[in-house]
């Protein structure tokens, strides 16, 4: 069966839902490709698939693939039938093909992990990985507090051009960044003003690397719908800014609101009407002394709210650094990472939304 008529199935039996075709499978490489050939072929697929609004991941051992596609069903057919008549492998078996209600790959052109002996494979291997992005971090920092977003966004469209996921740069470059300023301001470095705007020249550069990337096809009508919002009162705005793209990306409806009170936050709440909602401390400074109010936050928002099916996520670098998680505010999800938040909500407001249809749903302890 295509995976366009799974789908299809599917969908009809749930009106209303956008389901994402996934498909997993392997085979064997005709000759063992050289780096040329792997670089060309990686190339190709990050291409094909940017168009098309897939993603997936490849895995490569010296002599069998084993790929996962994922995206719109009628780009998962398209890809798959390119695949099929690829002359560079052979032996091609499906191992799984499914419908997904969320991507497990989001911001994955084509994630490549290679498991051959050689400089080459494990070059390639370890070339996505937090660790490595630490020098680009660090030079993004500088180049913040020089004021030239221009040269931070000409670095990552280089990166993205190696073929690093445009996600993956926000998580691995631009988070760590911010929390570089930080740590200079609380070293008496930098001034309150100069971090202010050092983390600007950082939304910028996410903005001019999103701007003048290929975006996804998005589904006519959004089968989901976040509000992206500041602690009442936070004065930075660079999680939010890095996450509004990724939401947008992903096909959600998004909100965005800088409330100053919690009852600001909470009136926004009852116009938005969203499934979900994160709220945002400073990537930048720990802000350990501002998780009492957060409780509070969160608490407010769990009362004006007419059932139990709002789902909240929290974050900045008080939980990036892991000093705070989710259970110390009342929240649903704290997010390390802006990385794949947009597919952890979705999957926590489809089990709301089944829990609370069957029956009441256990929340976080509220303090």
Not at 29 to 45: C, V
Not at 82 to 97: N, V
Not at 276 to 290: C, F, H, K, N, Q
Request: hydrophobic share 45%; proline share 5%; glycine share 8%.
């Amino acid at each position: 069966m295509a995976v366009g008529e799974t789908a299809g199935r599917l969908a009809s039996a749930r009106e209303g839902q956008q389901w994402l075709g996934s498909l997993l499978y392997r085979s064997e490489a005709t000759r063992p490709p050289d780096e040329a050939a792997l670089d060309a072929l990686l190339l190709q697929a990050r291409a094909r698939n940017r168009a098309l609004g897939v993603t997936g991941m490849l895995l490569f051992d010296g002599r069998q693939f084993l790929q996962l596609l994922e995206g719109p069903p009628d780009a998962v057919e398209a890809v798959w039938k390119s695949i099929r008549q690829d002359p560079r492998h052979h032996d091609i078996r499906i191992l799984g093909q499914t419908v997904l209600p969320a991507r497990l790959c989001a911001g994955w052109d084509m994630q490549f992990f290679a498991h051959a002996a050689g400089p080459f494979h494990d070059r390639l291997a370890r070339g996505f990985g937090r660790a490595e992005l630490g020098a680009e971090a660090a030079q993004a920092a500088c180049l913040a507090r020089d004021g030239a977003p221009e040269r931070i966004a000409a670095s990552l469209a280089d990166l993205v051009a190696r073929g690093h996921a445009r996600a993956a740069l926000v998580a691995h470059v631009l988070e760590p960044a911010a929390r570089l300023l930080g740590d200079a301001w609380l070293r008496d470095e930098i001034g309150e003003f100069d971090l202010a705007l050092a983390l600007g020249m950082l939304q910028q550069a996410a903005h001019a690397l999103y701007h003048a990337a290929v975006p996804l096809r998005r589904p006519a009508q959004a089968h989901h719908r976040v509000l992206l919002a500041t602690a009442p009162g936070e004065t930075h705005l660079t999680g939010l800014c890095f996450l509004a793209r990724l939401f947008d990306e992903a096909g959600w409806e998004t909100d965005v609101a800088f409330p100053v009170r919690n009852s600001e936050l909470v009136a926004g709440l009852l116009a938005a009407r969203p499934d979900a909602v994160d709220i945002a401390l400073s990537d930048a400074l720990p802000r350990a002394e501002a998780l009492q109010s957060l409780r509070e936050t969160v608490r407010c928002c769990r009362e004006a709210w007419p059932d139990d099916s709002l789902v909240i996520s929290v974050g900045g670098r008080l939980f990036a650094e892991r000093r705070a998680s989710a259970e110390d505010c009342g929240a649903d999800h704290g997010r390390t990472s802006v990385l794949e938040t947009p597919e952890v909500l979705a999957r926590l407001v489809e089990r709301h939304r089944l829990t609370c249809a069957c029956g009441s749903l256990p929340r976080p302890l509220r303090h």
